[in-house]
T-cell receptor, first 115, second 112 residues
């Protein structure tokens, strides 16, 4: 079946502009995660959605970052007033649920470049 | 502090040779450890998962080991192929927590 998909695959934007990144999780997966991967750094947790529960936003680096998940499926990560330090690959992952044994399946990522 | 450290940072080996990647963690309480392979421009893909009671697990040419006492894991790649060129990421989950703790990865290049 289809895996996690993300769009766009690449995004170049000017400093100060807003961007929206989209994630389509695997059908039936109730948990969805957003991560950021900067050059030479490990994956950094941003936000986690599980079913209808309130999302865990503890990893969002600033109030410029926000995310929504509509209908328990598609998610959008929004970065307002982008800064050059926001340049990174943004990865989305989904899993069947919150049980620790469930594997997270990753999308291909969106490479964001802020000029 | 919950951390995962990997070594080496990068590695170049000849096709057909074996190699071993290391992962040390200070994550507690420990739930499980996964090794992921990340090809350039793609998301990470899980190779193995190991729980506290498991010492060794194989997936084709990949063999992972876990020493829960010393908090060390290794990933051994046998008879390397060009397609093994990728970043290998060690990821540890804490019991009761949804957030994973990621290592910074080992970048492996298999040359012909």
């Amino acid at each position: 079946g289809a895996g996690v998909s993300q769009s766009p695959s690449n995004k170049v934007t000017e400093k100060g502009k807003d961007v929206e990144l989209r994630c389509d999780p695997i059908s039936g997966h109730t948990a969805l995660y957003w991560y950021r991967q900067s050059l030479g750094q490990g994956l950094e947790f941003l936000i986690y959605f599980q079913g209808n529960s309130a999302p865990d936003k503890s990893g969002l680096p600033s109030d410029r970052f926000s995310a929504e998940r509509t209908g328990g499926s598609v998610s959008t990560l929004t970065i307002q007033r982008t800064q050059q330090e926001d340049s990174a690959v943004y990865l989305c992952a989904s899993s069947l649920g919150e049980t620790t044994a469930y594997e997270q399946y990753f999308g291909p990522g969106t490479r964001l470049t802020v000029t | 502090k919950n951390q995962v450290e990997q070594s080496p940072q990068s590695l170049i080996i000849l096709e057909g040779k074996n190699c071993t990647l290391q992962c040390n963690y200070t994550v507690s309480p420990f739930s499980n450890l996964r090794w992921y392979k990340q090809d350039t421009g793609r998301g990470p893909v899980s190779l193995t998962i190991m729980t506290f009671s498991e010492n060794t697990k194989s997936n084709g040419r990949y063999t992972a080991t876990l020493d829960a006492d010393t908090k060390q894991s290794s990933l051994h790649i046998t008879a390397s192929q060009l397609s093994d060129s990728a970043s290998y990421i060690c990821v540890v989950r804490r019991t009761g927590f949804q957030k994973l703790v990621f290592g910074t990865g080992t970048r492996l290049l298999v040359s012909p």
